[in-house]
């Protein structure tokens, strides 16, 4: 295969003009919202480049296609081959149930330790929203990838080990918990907030972004939630002093904000009242795990629903970047479904590897076949005068419209 590696040297990517990108093209309806995401990058590719870029694709197998290929869900040479290449792509993936791996996006995180994930949420014109004001919504959700109840460390109702950890918590710790039950464990470091939230900062900053809300329940678990929340307060003060400032400092600051990014905290439930009723006062947004996967779904409901959410998991010198919805298996082959999702996060994949260029293409392509009302069926039904095209015809208008 030709092409190059991207390469990651003292915190940058170093970017080739042929670099080689694995993608796992999805379970579901993941082959064609593939095939219609990879004609739109390598389009949008050639027109801005004339030719003189390219990527060069390598598939690597995870989910139900790994299965009936080797018997496994996640074969560890698709790891592998991540690791080796730094930089991947896919579609979504199945989560077995009863059996095998956990979960497989879930997998995928732990094992490359991609710590943030990152959600976009943006509104196109013209694209149904149950909101009047949709338009008021950019938000860019970092949530953390690796802990909280995602790390799974649970034991089931009735089970031997959860009745050892129910007798030990009451005897040593004077818990109360009734016998019989399940026991989740929820894990946070200082380690691993502060981590996220530096990145999640040093995003502001270098984006222009006004500032970073701290979204937590600290108010009930005040030594996970309430620490995540305190953990962020302290590295906007260790790292980022001189480019930050707490929200309850800024009156004493002569000119507001001064340029620097304000940082704030707010309750997980109260977030979800203000996404909705002041989206326009929140720019970045750091938050634990769970509290993240919720958010960042009810942000996407606001501005069109998951098809048109973009994400990635991101680490230090690798990203997998991801269709955020799920299979729709019985839309499989059909040619139907809305392929923005994965196209967009190829937007994002673009724009972390310094290939704006090729991003704003894209992103001119969307807005133009949205404004011409040539949609997918789920856009379609919503948008009285729309034509309804394929999954194939959809990216046939976002090319058309690359400019």
């Keep these: 295969m030709n092409g190059h590696l991207i390469e990651w040297r003292d915190g940058r990517w170093i970017v080739p003009d042929d670099p080689v990108i694995p993608f796992i093209e999805g379970d579901g309806t993941g082959p064609d919202i593939w095939r219609a995401a990879r004609r739109v990058f390598d389009a949008a590719v050639e027109k801005v480049s004339g030719g003189k870029r390219k990527v060069i694709w ?6 139900e296609k790994a299965y009936r290929e080797t ?16 930089i991947a792509i896919k579609g979504p993936l199945t989560t077995p149930v009863g059996t095998g791996i956990r979960s497989l996006n879930v997998a995928l995180r732990q094992k490359l330790d991609l710590y943030a994930c990152v959600r976009p949420v943006r509104y196109f014109r013209g694209v149904p929203s149950p909101m009047k004001e949709p338009h008021k919504l950019d938000v860019v959700i970092f949530r953390e ?30 818990a109360k918990i009734r016998p019989q039950s399940a026991i989740g464990i929820k894990p946070m470091s ?69 340029g620097r990014v304000v940082i704030k905290d707010r309750i997980a439930d109260s977030m979800f009242q203000q996404v909705l009723l002041r989206p326009d006062e929140y720019s970045v947004i750091a938050t634990p795990n769970l509290n993240g996967d919720y958010l960042s779904d009810a942000c996407a409901a606001q501005v069109g629903g998951l098809g048109m959410a973009p ?7 690798y990203a997998v970047f991801e269709a955020t919805h799920g299979t729709a298996p019985k839309y499989a082959g059909q040619d139907k479904v809305n392929p923005s999702s994965v196209i967009l996060s190829g937007v994002m994949m673009f724009q972390e590897l310094g290939w704006n260029d090729v991003a704003e293409a894209i992103i001119r392509g969307i807005e133009g076949a949205i404004a011409d009302r040539t949609v997918t069926y789920d856009l379609a039904r919503q ?21």
Aim: hydrophobic share 40%.
């Design 58 to 63: 390598k598939e690597v197998l995870a989910g």
């Design 71 to 86: 018997g496994e869900w996640l074969p560890e040479s698709t790891l592998e081959e991540i690791q080796e290449h730094r």
């Design 145 to 174: 990838n690796i802990e909280d109840v995602y790390a799974g460390i649970e034991f089931r109702a009735g089970s031997e080990a959860a009745e050892k950890l129910r007798t030990f918590l009451e005897s040593s710790f004077g």
């Design 190 to 258: 200082a380690f691993n907030s502060k981590r996220l939230v530096a990145r999640a900062i040093r995003y502001a900053i270098e984006r222009g972004r006004p500032s970073v809300t701290l979204v937590h329940k600290g108010n009930i678990m005040k030594f996970t939630e309430g620490a995540f929340r305190d953990w962020g307060y302290e590295v906007a003060r260790e790292q980022f002093a001189d480019r930050t400032v707490p929200e309850s400092e800024l009156a004493s600051l002569p000119a507001g904000a001064g």
């Design 311 to 317: 994400g990635a998991n991101m680490g230090d010198g």
């Design 383 to 403: 948008m009285p005068g729309a034509t309804e095209v394929p999954t194939s015809g959809f990216a046939e208008a976002i090319i058309k419209h690359l400019l």
